[in-house]
Antibody, heavy 124, light 108 residues
Framework: QLQLVQSGAEVKKPGASVKVSCKAS????????MHWVRQAPGQGLEWMGI????????NFAQKFQGRVTMTRDTSTSTLYMELSSLRPEDTAVYYC?????????????????WGQGTLVTVSS | SSELTQDPAVSVALGQTVRITCQGD??????ASWYQQKPGQAPVLVMF???NRPSGIPDRFSGSSSGNTASLTITGAQAEDEADYYC???????????FGGGTKLTVL
C-alpha cells in the first residue's frame, strides 16, 4: 500500500526554522521525484519545490528560494523539508507528494499519493 | 505565463453535469492533473494526463484539454463530489509546477 506519513504539528516563533519529515512505504522511494506543497488556512494549494530521486538536485518556487531546503534519506525512505526565517504567513499545512512522471515516461506529471499534511503554526 | 486560472465557485444540481475549467499558457505544452480536496483532508488525485482516472475514481469523472484550457467534467454529479478542485501543471519555462486557485463545487 502506497503511503506517505508525515511528522506531527509544529508551533514555532517568528524567525525560527521548522523541519518536516515524510516517511514513504509501499514503493521504491529511491526511484521517485518528490514534491512539497503547502496550503495556508482557507487558501489554495501552493507548490514549493521538488527533489530528484538521488537527492542531489532540487528546484524551488521562486518565493521560497533561499529559505527552503529539501533533503531525503534513502536508507530510511524519508523525505525532509526545512523552512527557515519563519514568519506568521508561513502558517500552513505542508504536504509531501510523490511525482509519478517516470511511470508515463515523462509524458505526464501527477502527484500521488499525498501525505496527510503537517500543520505548522508560526506565532509569537 | 506562470499562472493557472480557475473559477472560484461552481454549482450543479444533483445528477447533472458540470465542467470545471483551468486556463493557462503552460497547458498548451503540458497536460493538467486534477485534485479533489474535502475539508480537513489531503488532496486526492482524480485525473491526469490526456484523460486518465486513477483506480477508485468513478467513471463519471473525465478530463479533456484544448489549447490553453483543461477541463474536468463530472457527469451525473453526486453529493459526495462536493469539494474543492485544483488543477496542476508543469510550467513551460523550467522544472517547476503550479496550481490553479481552486474551484469550490457545490452540489445542490
Amino acid at each position: 500500500q502506497l503511503q506517505l506519513v508525515q511528522s506531527g504539528a509544529e508551533v514555532k516563533k517568528p524567525g525560527a526554522s521548522v523541519k518536516v519529515s515524510c516517511k514513504a512505504s509501499g514503493f521504491t522511494f529511491s526511484s521517485y521525484y518528490m514534491h512539497w506543497v503547502r496550503q495556508a488556512p482557507g487558501q489554495g494549494l501552493e507548490w514549493m519545490g521538488i527533489i530528484n530521486p538521488s537527492g542531489d538536485r532540487t528546484n524551488f518556487a521562486q518565493k521560497f528560494q533561499g529559505r527552503v531546503t529539501m533533503t531525503r534519506d534513502t536508507s530510511t525512505s524519508t523525505l525532509y523539508m526545512e523552512l527557515s526565517s519563519l514568519r506568521p504567513e508561513d502558517t500552513a499545512v505542508y504536504y509531501c507528494a510523490r511525482d509519478n512522471s517516470a511511470i508515463s515516461g515523462y509524458q505526464y506529471w501527477w502527484f500521488d499519493p499525498w501525505g496527510q499534511g503537517t500543520l505548522v503554526t508560526v506565532s509569537s | 505565463s506562470s499562472e493557472l486560472t480557475q473559477d472560484p465557485a461552481v454549482s450543479v444540481a444533483l445528477g447533472q453535469t458540470v465542467r470545471i475549467t483551468c486556463q493557462g499558457d503552460s497547458l498548451r505544452d503540458s497536460y493538467a492533473s486534477w485534485y479533489q480536496q474535502k475539508p480537513g483532508q489531503a488532496p486526492v488525485l482524480v485525473m491526469f494526463g490526456k484523460n486518465n482516472r486513477p483506480s477508485g475514481i468513478p467513471d463519471r469523472f473525465s478530463g479533456s484539454s484544448s489549447g490553453n484550457t483543461a477541463s474536468l467534467t463530472i457527469t451525473g454529479a453526486q453529493a459526495e463530489d462536493e469539494a474543492d478542485y485544483y488543477c496542476n501543471c508543469r510550467g513551460n519555462s523550467g522544472f517547476h509546477w503550479m496550481f490553479g486557485g481552486g474551484t469550490k463545487l457545490t452540489v445542490l
